[in-house]
């Protein structure tokens, strides 16, 4: 086990060296830099590629990977506003609505087209405010691009027609699940749409997505193990664990960001128990030395001591929670590969100290970036704005090429690979830029966005980009606010309807309810919820105008103690 005394020598040596002080200037200047790298990428995609999904950079043409909708753009669209780019993000959004077409006889994945698709359109209606596109009257709760997310995760709602609530992982657009589909889909697959489904329920009026994605997530939550973990594969007709590796990266990782994250948006304590029930089990089996491995959900011994580069999300995770000690050790692990290979491989063995074979790529992943934003806010430590610039100077010197940036293909030897992936531009360049970028409007600064306070709803009755963001698992902004812009109407003509019900009864009262089984019929009518008349109103939200060790990096302080 010479590897990780290595490891923590090199620890010993990055915390003794004396971190460079980035000026204002300095930020400014690499600031420059991400966009210029941005447009590159972009410009390539729109001269070489466009219609396709994604841009083939070593060929310089196009090619579709989740269902020809032209995704990069859309994954792209509130990148532009990111950067500043009003008039490219109304050219755009007015280009999607003309060209985009989701019924269509294609096969398209339910996780990534909810991620990319529903929550790119809906990202982009939320700052269309901000891009001083012409709005409809009554936005956030009407709009084209609120219609196309809206008509995108309908497509989705076949997959979740299912005996246990739990979605397919494919869907037809056109013809739905195909009979022969498999049953078998990831932990991901399963538990990553209450973001997405909730803010669309809560804009269109339509309960059907939020209760859709909380069936699935109570479903998948009664399949955990004694020892409380979920697997990597699940079947959702039986509910049995076909691949039993219990751990935070691959296929299972959103799970527990949407966890985090939906309690945070919705304040809701249902969801933050369960992530909490899960990190004990988390931190009690699959933690090593601050390293997080994996391990047999049923028994908590090692199957594979790996380091997968899709877990290092999870410093930015423990950072929302306020768990920054732990969150600070573990990306020094993670930034300690980076340092080895100029990135990280997909794959990457703790005991050897080396990558994993046929796991030596680097896709141009986000996720080390995105910790990095996050526990700078949380500590303003410039440690985190240096993996930022190495970062930048690592893509810049091994991935572009003449078309663009190309995925590596083996970070040993930096080959390339024909491919660029959408989430370059949505997340990896996103995160970049918010590094450095400390005032933003996202973090609820006003370089970007003067006069940054909007009113929404039929009579201004809600603000919203005031702040407090929660980003989807694609890097998307959604606003918290705007959850009571339009369900708080809704509601009204509930309270009314059932009035008006209660009188029409001979003793005055409504029928009471029937009672659900456990699991009830997957109509896309039915709720799962309770009722507006039964749920309690939640508090407005205090986030905006708090500093952001409140907002997100202290959890204690999103909840009130009457909530």
Not at 9 to 34: G, K, N, Y
Not at 159 to 182: D, K
Not at 349 to 365: A, F, H, M, N, W
Not at 369 to 396: K, N, P
Request: net charge negative; aromatic share 10%.
């Amino acid at each position: 086990m010479r590897a990780p005394v290595c490891v923590a020598l090199l620890l010993l040596l990055l915390s003794d060296a004396a971190t460079h002080q980035f000026t204002d200037q300095e930020m400014a200047a690499v600031r420059q830099r991400i966009k210029s790298m941005f447009y590159h990428a972009y410009n390539s995609y729109l001269d070489n590629a466009f219609p396709y999904d994604e841009l083939r950079p070593l060929t310089c043409d196009g090619q579709d990977t989740w269902g020809s909708f032209s995704l990069t753009l859309i994954d792209a669209l509130d990148t532009l506003l990111v950067l500043g780019n009003r008039t490219e993000f109304q050219r755009v959004a007015s280009l999607l609505q003309d060209t985009v077409d989701f019924d269509i006889d294609v096969n398209a994945s339910v996780f990534e087209t909810n991620i990319r698709v529903v929550g790119g359109l809906l990202s982009a209606h939320l700052l269309a405010g901000r891009a001083g596109m012409e709005l409809e009257p009554g936005w956030p709760c009407s709009g084209p691009l609120l219609r196309m997310a809206e008509d995108a995760a309908r497509k989705l709602l076949p997959a979740f027609q299912t005996p246990t609530g739990m979605p397919y992982g494919t869907v037809n657009l056109l013809h739905g699940v195909s009979p022969t589909e498999t049953p078998v889909t990831c932990t991901a697959g399963v538990g990553t749409f209450i973001l997405e489904f909730a803010m669309l329920s809560r804009l269109t009026g339509d309960p059907t997505f939020e209760n859709a994605a909380r069936r699935a997530l109570r479903a998948l939550w009664k399949t955990r193990s004694d020892i409380g973990l979920v697997g990597n594969h699940i079947d959702i007709l039986s509910k049995k664990w076909v691949a039993q590796d219990a751990g935070i990266g691959a296929g299972v990782d959103s799970y527990f960001e949407y966890l985090v994250k939906g309690a945070i948006m919705l304040q809701d304590e249902e969801l933050l128990n369960m992530f909490q029930a899960y990190d004990r089990a988390i931190q009690n089996y699959t933690r090593f030395d601050d390293w997080y491995l994996w391990v047999q959900m049923h028994k908590g011994t090692v199957s594979m001591p790996v380091f997968q580069s899709l877990e290092a999300f999870w410093p930015g995770l423990q950072s929302l929670l306020g768990n920054l000690d732990s969150a600070v050790r573990t990306f020094q692990n993670y930034y300690s590969v980076w340092r080895q290979f100029g990135g990280l491989p997909e794959f990457y063995s703790i005991p050897q100290g080396y990558t994993v074979d046929k796991r030596e790529g680097y896709p141009l992943r986000p996720e080390l970036v995105e910790s990095a934003m996050y526990l700078f806010r949380a500590t303003g430590d410039h440690t985190y704005l240096q993996l930022g610039f190495d970062a930048l100077e690592s893509i810049e010197r091994i991935a572009k090429t003449p078309c663009g940036y190309a995925s590596v293909k083996d970070l040993r030897d930096h080959q390339l690979d024909n491919r660029m992936e959408s989430f370059f531009l949505a997340e990896t360049i996103k995160y970049l830029y918010l590094l450095f970028d400390p005032t933003h409007f996202l973090h609820g600064g006003g370089t970007e966005g003067d006069g940054s306070w909007e009113e929404g709803g039929d009579g201004g009755r809600c603000v919203l980009g005031a702040g407090g963001f929660i980003f989807n698992t694609e890097a998307h902004p959604l606003d918290p606010a705007a959850l009571y812009c339009c369900s708080r109407h809704a509601q009204d003509h509930q309270e009314l309807r059932d009035i008006l019900l209660s009188l029409s009864q001979p003793d005055g009262r409504s029928k009471p309810p029937a009672k659900q089984t456990e699991d009830p019929p997957p109509n896309p009518s039915d709720s799962i919820a309770l009722k507006p008349g039964e749920k309690r109103r939640p508090p407005l939200l205090s986030c905006p105008v708090q500093p952001f060790s409140a907002r997100l990096s202290i959890f204690g302080q999103v909840f009130t103690d009457n909530t």
